[in-house]
């Protein structure tokens, strides 16, 4: 099966009813809150450069649309959904993977975060490098929370003051990132000059075993030995 995944243009603006849609019957099906999206909302993200699609043989495969607030500073990867007819091809990975790298490229140094009660989906931003993460440390800006209004645990959300819901509330952030990155290789560099200097004393050892007796020790070392077994 052929499928492409590509930044969405103009010409996926036939899509946008049927990834709506898509994305709805996906959450009745698994019984959970979704956001509602409008057809025109994702060709809003279409037309600016904003959504990654999947494209099998013409037709529509999987979705995924950047969101971003406070300047950029902020962006989060929502609406990943996978057709029917594509899933179990394991799209929704590479859907993820490309809308991730491609948030970096645009948004340079914004955090990326979402929130989501899909198992899979945790299990993606895992492996991307998403750590689970309080409420407290995403966006506060006020039109994030407020597109979860069309969601069915909404109500559970202003109960709690927007600081917890059903959904996991999950945090790339590329300065701790870099942070782990940077003290990993001065952890590998101390390691490597450890085993670096073991290796050599190891090999010095083996050099000094190695050197053969000097002239007339093995004289005096057979008249050693001979002299003990005498004794």
Same mark, same amino acid.
């Given at each position: ?15 946008? %009813?049927?990834?709506?849609? =898509? ?8 019984? =959970? ?5 409008? *057809? ?9 450069? &904003? ?5 099998? &043989? ?25 057709? !029917? ?7 929704? /990975? ?10 970096? #490229?645009?948004?340079?140094?914004? @955090? ?14 895992? #492996?991307?490098?998403?750590? !689970?993460? !309080?409420?407290? #440390?995403? =966006?506060?800006? !006020?039109?994030?929370? /407020? ?10 959300? %202003? ?8 959904? =996991?509330?999950?945090?790339?952030? *590329?300065?701790? @990132? ?5 003290? %990993? ?21 083996? &050099?000094?075993?190695?050197? *053969?007796?000097?002239?007339?020790? &093995? ?13």
């Amino acid at each position: 099966m052929n499928i492409s995944i590509i930044i969405a243009g103009e010409e996926h603006y036939k899509f946008a %009813q049927e990834i709506v849609d =898509t994305m709805y019957e996906s959450a009745i099906q698994r019984g =959970t809150g979704i956001a509602k999206r409008t *057809p025109e909302y994702i060709i809003e993200k279409m037309k600016h450069k &904003d959504a990654v699609i999947a494209i099998g &043989d013409g037709r529509f495969a999987g979705f995924c649309y950047i969101e971003s607030w406070s300047h950029g500073k902020f962006v989060a990867n929502s609406g990943l959904i996978v057709h !029917p007819d594509f899933r179990n091809f394991g799209l929704a /990975k590479k859907i993820k993977e490309k809308v991730f790298n491609y948030s970096q #490229e645009k948004y340079p140094g914004a @955090k990326i975060f979402g929130i989501t009660t899909g198992l899979a989906v945790m299990k993606i931003n895992s #492996e991307l490098g998403y750590k !689970p993460v !309080p409420f407290s #440390e995403l =966006t506060d800006d !006020p039109s994030f929370w /407020k597109g979860c209004s069309g969601c069915n645990n909404y109500d559970i959300l %202003q109960r709690k003051e927007y600081k917890m819901c059903l959904c =996991t509330g999950m945090l790339y952030d *590329p300065a701790s @990132k870099k942070k782990e990155e940077e003290t %990993q290789y001065e952890f590998n560099k101390k390691v490597l000059a450890r085993l670096k200097s073991i290796k050599q004393a190891l090999f010095l050892k083996k &050099d000094k075993d190695d050197v *053969p007796p000097k002239k007339g020790e &093995d004289k005096k070392l057979f008249l050693f030995i001979n002299a003990k077994n005498k004794g």
